[in-house]
T-cell receptor, first 114, second 115 residues
Framework: KNQVEQSPQSLIILEGKNCTLQ??????????LRWYKQDTGRGPVSLTI?????NTKSNGRYTATLDADTKQSSLHITASQLSDSASYIC?????????????FGAGTRLAVHP | SAVISQKPSRDICQRGTSLTIQCQVD?????MFWYRQQPGQSLTLIAT?????????ESGFVIDKFPISRPNLTFSTLTVSNMSPEDSSIYLC????????????FGPGTRLLVL
């Protein structure tokens, strides 16, 4: 069964520190892997989209990496800010799957404390 | 980008009643979807809203329970019928402008509590 698993489930860090969130998947083959940020009470917002052939993609202080061999992706947040407090969701798009086949991870809940 | 609004933003309902959630997009989009997000869980696709025809439902979701309308390219409604406490969840509208590789945008969600 195709799965997307994220770790840790939750994380607390101090403002200004860096952190890395993990996403392991068993989906194969796949078209692309996406990271979303979901603020409390809001819908998810796209951070990065990487095709299977890309190794890294940045969006400001957010950098996503992808290792297709080990089926792992990570989202690295640099110099965290209070506004980074949110859930981060990893989504895998199976090859030729279509939007109704997207596989969503359960998310990592990040809390940035002053 | 796409600006998506949902109404209501939240509601508390009695079991056995129905609630209709509206999704309005600021411009025409190709695809519209409805998702459910239960507390602490990942998003689950309910159905694809098709303009001018019946929605396409995912396994475990049926039209009688979740009727969907999409009269044009910017608007859709999802009705949660004959509600039970198990329907308490966040319901999210989502859109894509063109098929294949396009960014998927999500609405702010409707937080539903069924007593």
């Amino acid at each position: 069964k195709n799965q997307v698993e994220q770790s840790p489930q939750s994380l607390i860090i101090l403002e200004g520190k860096n952190c890395t969130l993990q996403c392991n998947y068993t989906v194969s083959p796949f078209s692309n892997l996406r990271w979303y940020k979901q603020d409390t009470g809001r819908g998810p917002v796209s951070l990065t989209i990487m095709t299977f052939s890309e190794n890294t993609k940045s969006n400001g202080r957010y950098t996503a990496t992808l290792d297709a061999d080990t089926k792992q992706s990570s989202l690295h947040i640099t110099a965290s800010q209070l506004s980074d407090s949110a859930s981060y969701i990893c989504v895998v798009d199976p090859l030729q799957g279509g939007y109704n086949k997207l596989i969503f991870g359960a998310g990592t809940r990040l809390a940035v404390h002053p | 980008s796409a600006v998506i609004s949902q109404k209501p933003s939240r509601d508390i309902c009695q079991r056995g009643t129905s609630l209709t959630i509206q999704c309005q997009v600021d411009s025409q989009v190709t695809m519209m979807f409805w998702y459910r997000q239960q507390p602490g869980q990942s998003l689950t696709l309910i159905a694809t809203a098709n303009q001018g025809s019946e929605a396409t439902y995912e396994s475990g979701f049926v039209i009688d329970k979740f009727p969907i309308s999409r009269p044009n390219l910017t608007f859709s409604t999802l009705t949660v019928s004959n509600m039970s406490p198990e329907d308490s969840s966040i319901y999210l509208c989502s859109v894509v402008r063109t098929s294949g590789g396009e960014t998927q945008y999500f609405g702010p969600g409707t937080r539903l509590l069924v007593l």
